[in-house]
């Protein structure tokens, strides 16, 4: 970032930002993806720690996703104005990097879709005038683009190129006279792609057959470049199951011919794997080399199956072997899918392999064929003699020193695959120095690897602790890492100590296997026995004696706890020691296990739980801290900026706590975690969604407000002061003027306006508009009836687009969503008569959860025997005789919690 910002004026790094190969840059950043990691920085902020974004801001870091001020837009365009005369800025138009006309600053910036926004409204409206000034149009709202607009652009379309097939990024020109003004503008690929998915203008297939044009040719046509695109791709990157989901054919691209340039190839397979896009075709996809969907596995373990059946391919690909191993985690880096990221594989896998006798046939199968490896070793001699020579032939030397921070990295082309990862300098440290592999230690010296400060033998207890001395004149220390040697050039030292491995001595000294008899004369110099990290566990426990010597055996030592300086009650070494911080990295993180016994000795023990996820500190904290704060104030929704007060109802050890962040980290990572993990939380009090407790305090509030002031005229300005005990203490500071205004005039929480009006609140109708002709709606419900006997319809079901017990006009319409807009009266308020007239009642529209629930129950047991225990993981699958309201149902986890 520094160098960045030097080169171009500000850390606005665009998120496809690669460092290039050139000075100033250095050798060892060539290639690397700044952009994408500045991009992930700027999303994970609120997981970043305070340290860490201190020195990132140092630097300039940008956190704010709107790169460009207004006053740099309008830099921009006077740039622009001075170049070509004019503010028509086409809409595809982006500054250069790299170009001198421009100031560096604005380098990467996408003024033509800046400014096509601006011109709708949609950005900066409260600079209009500084736009208007420079000759920018501004219009009110966004013309909408009619079937009509549509259809005479597209016809003007096969004039100009004599075909229907238009590429996706075809957008048209705002100075592209061979269209009409009204035209200019309109995202016209965009627009045929969705027709060919069958979600737009379903409704008019009859006028794109007077127009010559077929839908399905035009389906077809696109089936067949996917089919044609699937070798190409397999000859680049290998199979196509790891296709990332924003992989386009790029354009001028040699691997490709020319006709499948720009074909967004990614996006297709996904849509086809999992929302069945192009069924009809299947077969043929399929035959293609296209994965399609396979049915999940239901029972124990089935996350960690499904996570590795998508990962284990592409392990695969990029370690060309599915031996993984226990520690790895997906790195965050292409071509791992950003979704994926961070994910303990080697967790999973390593369970997978422990549990292998309780997995099913079919899964045991089904690991078989992704490549599952059932047992594994870590770096076998023959991979680290390979990654051995390869160090050597790049750094023309074994030395010891160079080795120690050296590891594999990923994605670097110099090393085999299968080597990506390694810790080179603690396999080599393993070998030279605690004599791992010692059977094939002939072949380690056949490299050049030397074993000559193993024989210690030849070194008298004179020369080592002259070597000591000197090292302590130098170091202030004797606390000697186990690789140093003595440098031979080295002119503090005497020239008879040159090239000795001090390191190595001084830990066959801590061992006891050397020099014995010189114990006194060692403690005399000062000589460190115990490692440091030893020493940090025995200063811990002194200062937990100390600490229960002064305030009793409660063990309650404060999170935020430091020992006070200028005090008798602790020795003079501890006094500013972070004790509160290491008793929590104790017992809650499992720091310094190896000396477990000693830490025992003072009553301090780990007290992880049981899971195995990637947030165990955070579960160990909620599940502690969340019931006190449910107890306190009678709910569980937490804030994202609370922390634990230091007061009596918290525990001492807590005090200081940052509660709010740790709960804030579960719910944004909920999607990692398995289903018992959030059904445990959730029985602690959890609440994933703030915005439930949201309705709660406003409708406590209003009640509160209207005992007090006998009305609910709650002016638009009021706020619930602090500390006024006629309300609850946790709607303190609560903006309720400016709430209530928002109920009455801007439809929010709609959803639950009966019940405000129950408090006396007069509400405004809020109309929504409808997305369909009230006629098309009609039609569709009616369909819906004939197919499932009912109107009651849930708020989540959409009219699949491949199903032909609908109209084509009806498909892709989301029914559940309108038929909950209609119940609340946001929608076609005024056609209830005629609703009536054609036998649809608006009660019949209310489905319980618990009817949807008795229903998929009494499908359950016609299928399968009464005494049939339902999976915790169970999904309502989509067949018969399941009703289809009932679909996709997650019954198994409702059954578990009821």
């Known amino acids: 970032l520094a160098i960045y910002r030097r080169l171009h004026g500000s850390c606005n790094v665009p998120a496809e930002f690669v460092v290039p190969s050139s000075a100033p840059w250095p050798e060892e950043l060539h290639g690397y993806r700044l952009g994408e990691q500045v991009h992930k920085l700027r999303r994970m902020r609120n997981l970043l720690s305070s340290n860490d974004m201190e020195q990132l801001e140092k630097v300039g870091m940008i956190w704010s996703t709107k790169r460009f001020r207004s006053d740099d837009i309008v830099r921009a365009l006077l740039t622009y104005k001075a170049q070509h005369g004019n503010v028509e800025v086409p809409a595809d138009f982006k500054v250069s990097h790299g170009d001198g006309r421009w100031d560096s600053s604005l380098w990467g910036m996408p003024l033509g879709q800046l400014v096509y926004n601006i011109r709708y409204g949609r950005l900066y409206s409260n600079s209009r005038s500084q736009f208007e000034t420079l000759g920018l149009v501004i219009k009110q709202e966004r013309l909408p683009h009619t079937f009509e607009d549509f259809r005479r652009v597209l016809t003007k379309y096969f004039e100009l190129h004599g075909h229907y097939h238009v590429p996706f990024d075809y957008v048209i020109g705002y100075r592209d006279t061979n269209y009409d003004e009204t035209a200019r503008g309109m995202p016209l690929g965009p627009l045929v792609d969705r027709i060919i998915r069958g979600v737009l203008y379903t409704e008019h297939q009859k006028e794109f057959e007077e127009m010559g044009i077929s839908i399905d040719g035009l389906r077809r046509t696109q089936v067949e470049k996917i089919c044609a695109a699937i070798p190409y791709y397999q000859q680049l990157f290998g199979e196509t199951a790891s296709v990332p989901g924003n992989y386009v054919v790029p354009n001028d691209s040699t691997a490709y011919p020319p006709s499948l340039w720009g074909l967004r190839l990614g996006r297709y397979i996904l849509d086809i794997c999992l929302r069945g896009l192009f069924r009809e075709y299947h077969d043929a996809l399929h035959a293609a080399g296209v994965p399609m969907t396979r049915p999940a596995l239901t029972g124990d373990f089935a996350q960690e199956i499904r996570t590795v059946e998508s990962l284990l391919p592409l392990h695969h690909k990029v370690f060309r072997h599915s031996c993984v191993l226990p520690s790895f985690t997906v790195p965050p880096v292409s071509p791992w899918p950003l979704k994926w990221h961070y994910r303990p594989l080697g967790k999973y896998v390593e369970l997978l392999r422990q549990n292998k006798d309780k997995l099913s046939a079919e899964a045991v199968q089904r690991l078989g064929?992704?490549?599952?490896?059932?047992?594994?070793?870590?770096?076998?001699?023959?991979?680290?003699?390979?990654?051995?020579?390869?160090?050597?032939?790049?750094?023309?030397?074994?030395?010891?020193?160079?080795?120690?921070?050296?590891?594999?990295?990923?994605?670097?082309?110099?090393?085999?695959?299968?080597?990506?990862?390694?810790?080179?300098?603690?396999?080599?440290?393993?070998?030279?120095?605690?004599?791992?592999?010692?059977?094939?230690?002939?072949?380690?010296?056949?490299?050049?690897?030397?074993?000559?400060?193993?024989?210690?033998?030849?070194?008298?207890?004179?020369?080592?602790?002259?070597?000591?001395?000197?090292?302590?004149?130098?170091?202030?220390?004797?606390?000697?890492?186990?690789?140093?040697?003595?440098?031979?050039?080295?002119?503090?030292?005497?020239?008879?100590?040159?090239?000795?491995?001090?390191?190595?001595?001084?830990?066959?000294?801590?061992?006891?296997?050397?020099?014995?008899?010189?114990?006194?004369?060692?403690?005399?110099?000062?000589?460190?026995?115990?490692?440091?990290?030893?020493?940090?566990?025995?200063?811990?426990?002194?200062?937990?004696?100390?600490?229960?010597?002064?305030?009793?055996?409660?063990?309650?030592?404060?999170?935020?706890?430091?020992?006070?300086?200028?005090?008798?009650?602790?020795?003079?070494?501890?006094?500013?020691?972070?004790?509160?911080?290491?008793?929590?990295?104790?017992?809650?993180?499992?720091?310094?296990?190896?000396?477990?016994?000693?830490?025992?000795?003072?009553?301090?023990?780990?007290?992880?739980?049981?899971?195995?996820?990637?947030?165990?500190?955070?579960?160990?904290?909620?599940?502690?801290?969340?019931p006190v704060f449910r107890q306190l104030h009678g709910h569980g929704c937490v804030l994202k900026d609370f922390n634990v007060p230091t007061t009596e109802d918290w525990p001492k050890e807590w005090h200081g706590y940052r509660l709010g962040h740790d709960i804030l980290v579960l719910r944004k990572r909920r999607y990692l975690m398995p289903i018992n993990d959030k059904l445990w939380l959730e029985k602690q009090g959890m609440v994933w969604s703030p915005r439930y407790f949201e309705v709660v305090q406003v409708r406590c509030a209003i009640s509160t407000f209207k005992s007090i002031h006998n009305n609910v005229a709650i002016p638009k300005s009021f706020v619930i002061p602090h500390g006024d005990k006629r309300w609850d203490r946790d709607l303190w500071g609560l903006r309720l003027g400016s709430t209530v205004y928002d109920i009455r005039h801007n439809g929010r929480m709609w959803e639950h306006r009966r019940e405000f009006a129950a408090l006396g609140l007069e509400i405004e109708e809020v109309a929504l508009k409808p997305s369909h002709p009230f006629e098309l709606v009609c039609e569709a419900l009616k369909a819906y009836k004939a197919q499932c006997g009912t109107f009651k319809i849930h708020r989540t079901f959409v009219v699949d687009v491949e199903d032909t017990a609908y109209p084509k006009a009806i498909r892709g319409m989301q029914l559940g969503e309108i038929v909950h807009d209609m119940r609340f009266g946001a929608l076609y308020a005024d056609r209830s008569d005629e609703l009536k007239a054609m036998g649809i009642s608006l009660s019949e529209f209310e489905e319980t959860a618990a009817e949807r629930i008795c229903d998929a129950l009494r499908s359950f047991y016609q299928v399968y025997p009464p005494n049939k225990p339902i999976a915790l993981s169970f999904i309502v699958p989509k067949r018969a005789p399941f009703p289809k309201n009932v679909w996709g149902l997650t019954l198994g986890e409702r059954v578990f919690r009821i």
Not at 386 to 397: C, D, H, I, P, V
Request: glycine letters at 6%.
């Open 369 to 626: 064929e992704v490549g599952m490896v059932w047992s594994v070793e870590e770096f076998t001699v023959d991979q680290i003699l390979r990654a051995l020579k390869t160090f050597k032939a790049l750094r023309q030397s074994l030395d010891i020193n160079s080795q120690m921070s050296v590891q594999v990295q990923f994605g670097s082309k110099e090393w085999d695959r299968d080597l990506w990862g390694m810790r080179l300098g603690s396999a080599v440290t393993d070998i030279l120095f605690h004599e791992k592999f010692r059977a094939y230690r002939s072949r380690f010296e056949s490299l050049g690897m030397r074993f000559d400060h193993c024989d210690v033998s030849h070194y008298t207890f004179d020369m080592v602790k002259q070597a000591l001395e000197t090292y302590l004149a130098i170091n202030d220390s004797l606390d000697v890492a186990v690789s140093y040697v003595i440098d031979r050039g080295d002119a503090a030292y005497a020239e008879n100590l040159r090239g000795m491995s001090l390191g190595y001595v001084v830990a066959r000294i801590r061992e006891q296997a050397l020099f014995v008899e010189h114990v006194k004369e060692l403690e005399a110099m000062g000589f460190p026995f115990k490692s440091k990290h030893q020493l940090e566990a025995e200063r811990i426990c002194e200062g937990v004696r100390c600490y229960r010597r002064l305030f009793g055996d409660d063990m309650s030592i404060p999170y935020l706890y430091v020992i006070p300086k200028d005090t008798e009650a602790f020795p003079r070494d501890l006094w500013g020691f972070p004790l509160g911080q290491k008793v929590e990295n104790v017992c809650k993180r499992g720091l310094f296990h190896q000396y477990l016994p000693l830490l025992k000795e003072v009553g301090l023990k780990s007290s992880l739980l049981p899971y195995e996820g990637p947030f165990v500190h955070e579960m160990n904290a909620v599940s502690t801290l969340l």
